[in-house]
């Protein structure tokens, strides 16, 4: 790693470390992506990265590439192999559940056990909590209210687009908790409620397919969520899977209490499963 970029360099900035760190965890990955799609991957600009391969002595980032790959020593054999891979009409059913499987390893190996417990704190101590999900966040959103509602947690939905969004969001205070997901392209609506929750000092839980997410704001705690590139297809399993540990780790801070309230839940069915079958 040292022999091609030098990190101890004072004239790499923030942008550069994010793409040493991206060839650091995906050695085999990264040399077979566009700079586009290593761009879009890490939420950098193309001429970023283009400076960054002449920063590190390279003419262009198709040098830079060619550097990696005689470094890693991965032969032409498996680089043709791996497009001819992703060129296949179809995929296996096991060969996708294997991929899943990688997304879930890689999401676990980013998830910082300190800010889970932070974001679990936060979801028991403050007054409501609303969750704002949008397209197939919509199950994610749907998934956390079903969840923390049977523990009893006050919980609510923003509305899912457009300026409706500010009938709830002007009720909002540093009293509440804000949940947000930005998988892909963020949401107009969700990087204006992420300004509003910065201004305001709102506690926030952002779920994102951003490895590095820069945010210098002790309110927001941010979990990488791993779908895979860009362009593949893209399935909740790896989100559902952290969600579900945080819900876990939300029972581990109150568990008397939750199970009364689901205690109550079950007694309640059972008074009425003759006038609402179970």
């Given at each position: 790693?040292?022999?091609?970029?030098d990190?101890s360099?004072?004239?790499?900035t923030?942008?550069?470390?994010?793409?040493i760190?991206f060839?650091?965890?995906?050695p085999?990955?990264a040399?077979f992506?566009?700079i586009?799609?290593?761009?879009?991957?890490?939420?950098i600009?193309?001429a970023?990265?283009t400076?960054?391969?002449?920063k590190?002595?390279?003419?262009?980032?198709k040098?830079?590439?060619?550097?990696?790959?005689t470094?890693?020593?991965?032969?032409?054999?498996k680089k043709?192999?791996?497009?001819r891979?992703?060129?296949a009409?179809?995929?296996?059913?096991?060969a996708?559940?294997?991929?899943?499987?990688?997304?879930?390893?890689?999401t676990?190996?980013h998830?910082q056990?300190?800010t889970l417990q932070q974001?679990?704190r936060?979801i028991?101590?403050?007054?409501?909590?609303?969750?704002?999900?949008k397209?197939a966040?919509k199950a994610?959103?749907?998934?956390?209210?079903f969840?923390?509602n049977?523990?009893?947690i006050?919980?609510?939905h923003l509305?899912?687009?457009?300026?409706e969004?500010?009938e709830?969001?002007?009720h909002?205070?540093s009293?509440?908790?804000?949940?947000l997901f930005?998988f892909?392209?963020?949401p107009?609506?969700?990087?204006v409620?992420?300004?509003?929750?910065?201004?305001?000092?709102i506690?926030?839980?952002?779920?994102?397919?951003?490895?590095y997410?820069e945010?210098?704001?002790?309110t927001?705690?941010?979990?990488?969520v791993?779908?895979g590139?860009?362009d593949?297809?893209h399935?909740?399993?790896?989100a559902?899977?952290l969600?579900?540990?945080?819900?876990v780790?939300?029972s581990?801070?109150?568990p008397e209490a939750?199970?009364?309230?689901l205690?109550?839940l079950?007694?309640?069915?059972?008074q009425?499963k003759?006038?609402?079958?179970r």
């Open positions: 790693m040292a022999e091609l970029f990190t360099n004072p004239q790499l923030a942008s550069d470390h994010k793409i760190a060839f650091t965890n995906h085999q990955l040399p992506l566009s586009s799609e290593v761009t879009e991957t890490i939420g600009s193309n970023t990265l400076r960054f391969a002449k590190t002595g390279f003419a262009n980032y040098e830079l590439k060619q550097a990696w790959l470094q890693q020593r991965i032969s032409p054999s043709l192999e791996k497009r891979q992703e060129a009409p179809f995929e296996s059913a096991n996708f559940i294997q991929r899943e499987i990688q997304h879930l390893n890689e676990a190996a998830l056990g300190e974001a679990a936060a028991t101590q403050k007054k409501q909590v609303y969750v704002f999900s397209g966040t994610l959103g749907d998934l956390l209210y969840r923390l049977r523990f009893g006050a919980i609510q509305c899912s687009s457009g300026s969004i500010f709830t969001l002007a909002i205070t009293q509440d908790v804000l949940i930005g892909g392209k963020i107009k609506e969700t990087s409620i992420l300004s509003y929750a910065k201004e305001h000092h506690t926030t839980l952002l779920f994102s397919d951003q490895l997410y945010s210098h704001e002790p927001l705690h941010h979990f990488y791993s779908r590139l860009p593949t297809y399935s909740l399993t790896t559902i899977a969600i579900d540990a945080f819900i780790e939300v581990h801070l109150a939750y199970q009364e309230k205690q109550q079950h007694t309640l069915k059972e009425y003759k006038e609402i079958p």
